[in-house]
Every structure is written in C-alpha cells, then in structure tokens.
C-alpha cells in the first residue's frame, strides 16, 4: 500500500467516526426532545448536555466491541445487522445499568428510560441506515454500468422468464438476477408448489401460482424460458417440469446446485440447459466431515491416476482437508499439468507436488515413497475401457494388476496408513479382461492386509458420469455433430453416479475401513442406455427416430448388457454410512494369489494375450473371459456401413440373458 492510499483510507475512517458520532449525538437529543414535547426547561437541557458525551461514548464502545466497524458499508446485509442490535443491546444495558444503580453523586448522568430506548433506536437505526443507503447507491452504480455497454437492442432483448421455487435458491438467483443489469432475465414472476407462498414477495417478485400454473402464466407473461431454481430437486420431478414444458412449449433451463453455489465454485446466475447429469443425479452424499478429516488432514497424501477423471476430482475433494503434501503421480504429462496449475490455483495453502511416474515402473515408484513418506495412498491409476483391453490384455495386467502390487508392497513396507484400491462393478464376475484383472487387483489388496499392519482397501463402484471416454460425453459429441447416436443394445443397462459422489464415497471408505475390505457402493437403481441416448437427445430439442437417428451397433467384446456389484459368495453388510456396504470375500491363500500374480506379470512382459485369458479364467472360476481377442482393435464408435438400424424396441422386451441380482436395501 502507498503511502497515498494509506492516508486516503485513515481519512476515509476518521470520516466514517465523524458521521457515527454525528448521527448518536443526533439520536439523543432528539429522543431528549420527544421526551420533553420539545420544550424542556433550562434544567432538562443542562442535564441533557451533560448526559451527552456519556451517551454517545457508551454507544461508540459497543459498536467498535460488536465489530462494526471491521464492516465494508457496501456490502452491509442482514448478517451484519446483528451486530449492530447486539450493540444496541449491550450499550442500552449499560445505560439502564447507571440509571438504576448510580450512587446519588452521579445523578447528573441517569438518562431516562424512556430517553434510553428511543435514544438507543434512533441512534443505531441512523447508522445501520447510511450503510444501507451507501449499498443501495454502490448497487444502483454498479447496475447502471453494467447497462452502460448495452444498446437499447440488448435491454430490449432480455428473455421474459419464470422461476420454479421460491426456496433458498430461488431467492439467491433472484436478488442477483434484479441486482445486476448485465443478465438478459426479465423475471416476470415465481412459480411454487408450496402454495401458502402464493401471492408472497421476494425481492419485490410475485409468486404467481404452482407448477400446475404454467401453461396459463407463460402464455399471459410472454415467458419465453422457464428457469428451475430448486436447490435438491429430483431427477422424477425434472421430468415432470420438463414434460409440462414440452407440451406448452417452453424452454427449461436450471441453476448449478446450491451446494457448488454455497461453495463459491460457481455464481447463482450461471443458468444452463438442463442436461442429462440432472436426471440421473441423486441427493447430494451426506459425509462425515469429522472422520474424512481425521483421516486425511495434516498427512502426507498420494493419489495414482492424477490427471484422471477420478483422480483429479480427488485431488479436489483431498485439498479440502487441508493435507500436509498432495502427491499427484500421473504419466501423462498435459493431464498431471492441468490438475497440479487447478490445485495450486484453488488451494493456495496446500503443499501440491507433482509427479510424473508411471505405477509400473518399481525403481521410480520406490524413489517417491522413499522421498515423501506417504501417509495415505488413494491408488486410481488403471486402465478402464473394455473393448480396448480386450485388445490389449498385456497392457492391463501391467497398470491394473502390476501397478497394484508394486504400489501396495511400496505402502506396505514404507509403513503407509491406510492404502484403498478403487475398483469397478466390472470385477463381479468378470466377462472382461479389464474386469478381471481389477478383480485380480482386489485379491493382491486382500493379500497385502494379511501381510502388513498397513489398511489395505477395495472401492468398487459403477460408471461415473461424464468421465473421459464414457456414454455420455460419446453421445453428447454425436449429438453435436448431427448424429446418428450410437448404442450397443436396446436393453443394456449400467449404474450410475457422480464423480463428486464417487470420490467422496471413496474418501468416507478410505476413512473407516479396518483393513482387508471391499467396499461396495450403493449405485441406485440400474438405468437404461438407451433412455439416456433418447433424454440427451430430446434435452438438445430435437425428437429421437425422427430429428435423429439411433443406431444400435450390438455388444462389443467383452461388454455385459447388466453390471453387477456383488457376487453369489459375498455377504453384505452395512456400515454406518446409508451408500456404502462391505462385501466379505473369501480371501484366496497367499501362495495362490503370489504365483498367479507372477504367471500373469511374466506372460504380460511377453505379450501372450491368449496365455493372459486363460490364466485369469483359471485363477477366477466366477469370470468368463473370452479365449481369443477379434483381430482388430475394438472401436468405441463402429463405421456407419458395420452397424445395423432398429426401430425403438418395446418396453418391456427382454432378451434373453441372465439378469444380475439386484443391489441390496
């Protein structure tokens, strides 16, 4: 700060002290004058002089105590209120105090109690009111040239609209819509199913009706687009919102959550389409914060597969607590760099390293453990897409079964805390590769819980939203690009959940488990592809089979048209977490679970695929890997003359294949 600015703001203070000085002695002497109907005698007014300096000095002591003035005027609101009515609280107390207990000595300075309640109103009252007068006038400049780059055109163009909840959200989204003149909103009224709120103000907005409503208030409002502003709303009642809207038609747009909002990672006014993540989401995790923190707050924490999809939303959700380090070991290099820059820029405070490794080189891995002592390990690293392993079943053992072992015999030996696996529904009785060697990799997490004081760990869970090279960001580019949208098979189904959720769950995992457990996820209820393929479609406005084709291509190798996420022989058992459940596995002996390990590493280094299958199918009797591989590399989008067209299949039709038992509870 210069020298200049440093005497321009104790300037600005002093003037600040001066005005609240001004505006208390102003609050006395009136509240003096309307005791005495303004025509006190020379005794009243002599006492009411001398009481003045007292009165004001009181007042000034209990607004500094209350921390007033710690407080920017143009940003003063309700919260900051409080202070100045406990202020006016304490300093009234004070003054009633010596007006009942003074010794007759100091009878010169006992205000009335009708001159202390009025004095005490007007008083904070005048100096709660030129702060608020200070943010009206910093609002009413900042609307104004928020306006000022806009032609008469912009201000004309605004899109008249509802908003659908007058809740928590709505109120944020609303007051930041009107206090901004950069927003093409016009918002026209409120719309809740609550309806003791009908006919209710907000932010000088109308609750107009309920839900049911709608179609009458767009036609009579000119509503153009209707705006969903429900902190949790259900995936079922966006559906609903989006159903009445298509019949009217309108448009249906929806604010980010209140808890990213709360958070400060997006504004209340980043309205966008409705997407398909809404109506697959579910309430947001209820964690515990205390046990999460306890477990990862000032510990030296490594997270393998960084730069990945899930790797890097732990990152995000591990910097939270506040670790003594986060070590980030990813091989790609843009991807390690993209997360580490995210990291620095969002927790400045946290110790963020990076580290280009990859989990199968032992030597460099070795080296890291020996330089930052991890404490806790969270091992993402792996390679996941089905048909591409099935292609290159070498290359899965090396990172998902080779890079398990390397990294967990690291933890173990470095005396790491706590060490959890995340693994995949695509372990249940394997059809994959891929799977296969995740389940593989669970079985070397078991062995090492037997085998050092460490907590070994597995999380297995289903498919996660909008993660690289999975169905939705797939179909989202065919959409983009015109279509058609391809789908494997009308009746193939697969769970889903948010990265967010995903990560969090495996952190309160990571938190609780005792050592040797898998964990299973509580994905919810199965969703078909193809109604995601029709949503995401009709979400970007156009009428599937008609405005689009979708083209159903058959399974790819292999692919299970239902996942599953527990197995004949695991006993579930719940947690005190309502989403997480552990799975009790036979542990397979140690000298098995070693030799096979060996086999699977050795036929890997030289490259023997088919070897590689029938070892894995051996050592599972539950998989059923496929013998041989097809020639040629699996696509994740077959050429359009290799696929085959279908008219939409019925509802209720069902091929005929072996249904997996349903997720408990």
């Not at 209140?258 to 809404?278: A, C, M, N, S, Y």
């Amino acid at each position: 700060m210069s020298l200049r600015q440093y005497f321009s703001r104790a300037f600005l203070r002093q003037l600040q002290y001066a005005l609240d000085f001004a505006i208390l002695a102003a609050g006395f002497i009136l509240a003096c004058a309307l005791r005495f109907d303004f025509a006190w005698n020379r005794a009243e007014s002599d006492a009411c002089w001398m009481q003045l300096p007292l009165v004001v000095l009181v007042q000034f002591v209990a607004l500094s105590l209350a921390g007033v003035y710690r407080f920017i005027w143009r940003y003063v609101g309700i919260r900051e209120g409080r202070a100045f009515f406990r202020s006016a609280v304490g300093s009234a107390a004070v003054l009633a105090a010596v007006r009942l207990f003074a010794p007759d000595r100091f009878s010169m300075f006992r205000v009335p109690l009708s001159v202390i309640v009025a004095g005490t109103a007007f008083a904070f009252g005048g100096v709660l009111a030129v702060r608020v007068l200070r943010r009206v006038l910093y609002e009413r400049q900042r609307l104004g040239e928020d306006r000022r780059g806009q032609t008469p055109a912009d201000r004309q163009a605004k899109h008249a609209v509802l908003l659908v909840g007058a809740g928590q959200a709505g109120v944020l989204a609303a007051r930041e819509i009107v206090g901004r003149g950069d927003i093409d909103l016009d918002i026209r009224g409120f719309v809740d199913d609550d309806v003791r709120k009908i006919g209710a103000e907000i932010h000088g907005i109308r609750v107009l009706g309920t839900t049911r409503d709608l179609p009458r208030l767009v036609q009579k409002l000119g509503v153009t687009q209707v705006v969903i502003t429900i902190a949790r709303i259900r995936r079922s009642e966006i559906l609903r919102l989006l159903e009445v809207c298509r019949a009217i038609p309108v448009k249906v747009r929806i604010i980010p959550g209140l808890f990213e909002v709360l958070q400060g990672k997006v504004k209340v006014t980043r309205i966008r389409d409705v997407e398909i993540e809404d109506l697959l989401g579910r309430d947001r995790v209820q964690l515990d914060e205390t046990q999460i923190g306890e477990f990862l707050h000032a510990r030296a924490v490594m997270v393998t597969g960084a730069g990945g999809s899930i790797g890097s939303e732990l990152v995000r959700q591990i910097a939270r607590y506040q670790p003594s380090c986060l070590l980030l070991v990813e091989r790609a290099e843009f991807a390690l760099f993209s997360i580490e820059r995210e990291a620095a820029r969002l927790f400045p405070d946290v110790r963020v390293i990076p580290l280009i490794a990859d989990v199968g080189d032992e030597s460099r891995m070795r080296g890291i453990f020996a330089e930052y002592r991890p404490q806790v390990v969270i091992h993402a690293a792996a390679h996941k897409h089905v048909p591409m392993m099935e292609s290159n079943p070498a290359e899965a053992i090396k990172n998902n079964v080779r890079g398990t072992r390397i990294v967990g015999e690291l933890a173990g030996e470095h005396g790491v805390e706590a060490f959890v696996l995340v693994s995949t529904d695509k372990a249940v009785r394997p059809t994959s590769v891929m799977g296969a060697s995740k389940r593989v990799a669970e079985l070397v997490v078991q062995d090492l819980a037997r085998r050092y004081p460490t907590r070994f760990l597995a999380v297995r869970f289903g498919n996660v939203m909008g993660s690289v090279g999975s169905v939705i960001p797939i179909f989202r580019e065919q959409i983009r690009r015109g279509g058609p949208v391809t789908v494997t098979h009308a009746e193939m189904q697969r769970y889903f959940m948010t990265i967010p959720e995903a990560t969090q769950l495996v952190l309160q995992t990571g938190a609780m488990g005792r050592g040797g457990e898998i964990f299973v996820l509580d994905m919810g209820e199965p969703v078909r592809i193809l109604d995601i393929a029709e949503q995401m479609i009709a979400l970007s406005g156009l009428t599937p089979y008609e405005d689009m084709d979708i083209v159903f291509t058959g399974l790819r190798p292999g692919e299970k048209l239902f996942e599953e996420l527990e197995m004949t022989d695991e006993k579930m058992e719940k947690t005190r977490h309502p989403r997480i459940f552990i799975g009790r596995l036979g542990m397979y002996p140690h000298d098995e679970v070693a030799r096979a390990v060996g086999e699977l590493e050795r036929l890997a280094r030289d490259g023997r695929g088919d070897a590689i299958r029938e070892r894995l199918s051996a050592l599972l009797p539950e998989a059923k890997v496929a013998p041989h591989a097809p020639d040629e590399p699996a696509l994740s989008e077959p050429a359009a003359n290799n696929v085959s067209r279908f008219p939409a299949p019925a509802r209720g039709e069902q091929p005929a294949v072996l249904v997996s038992r349903q997720f408990p509870g």
